[in-house]
């Protein structure tokens, strides 16, 4: 299933994309895609309903009808650093021996086509696409053979980053990691049978038409149900959870010179199977 949120910001309604790609309404089944309409059973239950039965929503996705963050209701938004050898390579870095965890504040989050906003003085801000893990079954002292069974699917990431605030600026990398609007998640969240082979992704990223980003999760150093049962080690996950997973490389502080978004560009970005996004970039 492709599951959505749809509508204006902070109402967004539960939705459901058909094989013909038309929203169905799915408000009569469940009250958000969040929470407790993850787990296992939520999701079986909904796979079994009687879509074409389900209210049309009028408009196209992405179009005239704008989505809203796939997931609602974020309790943590955890993601991972310098998970790609060669993206760790061209930020001068050597892979970490244990995964870099990192958090974006949940009011970073935002829609997949949503406008991204440059913080007030910033110089560099950045765009790195990215493959999220969003948890179903919660759990704690996750064993990495059972991680799958607390995944409820997977959707696309641009974790937006400002290269001063994260580096140069002291502390931890969350001040440059979670500035309003730099969490974009969606457009839909892909339930894990659907994706199938979540090893092998090809994920891009562009801005202004110019490829950037052009990768694979095959690449991923830490995979999918490791990264689930180590950050399990260290805090319960919950339904609804979101976990990024890292980026390839291809970002703006890898280029030679270095490359930052000044406002005005468009970012387009996606991941196979998982669906597209585009963010006009504008200054707070």
Not at 106 to 126: F, M, W, Y
Not at 242 to 266: A, D, F, N, R
Request: proline letters at 7%.
């Amino acid at each position: 299933m492709k599951l959505l949120r749809y509508g204006a910001p902070g109402q967004e309604k539960p939705g459901l994309l058909d094989d013909t790609n038309l929203v169905r309404d799915l408000s009569s089944l469940v009250s958000d895609i969040a929470g407790e309409c993850l787990l296992p059973e939520a999701l079986d239950k909904l796979s079994k309903a009687d879509i074409a039965a389900l209210p049309v929503v009028a408009g196209t996705p992405q179009e005239d009808l704008r989505l809203g963050p796939c997931v609602g209701s974020v309790g943590k938004f955890i993601c991972i650093g310098l998970n790609y050898s060669d993206h760790a390579a061209e930020s001068g870095l050597e892979v970490p021996p244990e995964p870099v965890v990192f958090n974006k504040w949940t009011s970073a989050i935002v829609g997949p086509d949503d406008d991204v906003e440059i913080p007030r003085g910033s110089q560099k801000t950045d765009w790195e696409v990215e493959l999220a893990i969003v948890i179903g079954k919660g759990g704690r002292y996750i064993e990495e053979a059972d991680a799958m069974d607390h995944v409820a699917g997977f959707c696309v990431v641009n974790d937006v980053s400002e290269r001063e605030y994260q580096i140069e600026r002291s502390g931890t990398w969350d001040k440059g990691k979670g500035c309003d609007t730099f969490g974009p998640l969606g457009p839909w969240l892909v339930t894990k049978d659907e994706v199938g082979d979540f090893n092998n992704l090809d994920m891009w990223l562009e801005v202004d038409g110019k490829r950037y980003q052009n990768g694979s999760s095959s690449t991923m150093v830490y995979k999918v149900p490791f990264l689930v049962s180590y950050l399990s080690k260290f805090m319960s996950l919950q339904p609804g959870d979101v976990i990024s997973t890292g980026t390839p490389p291809g970002v703006g502080m890898g280029q030679k010179p270095p490359v930052y978004l000044k406002g005005g560009e468009v970012m387009t970005l996606g991941i196979d199977k998982l669906g597209n996004q585009t963010q006009k970039v504008v200054k707070a």
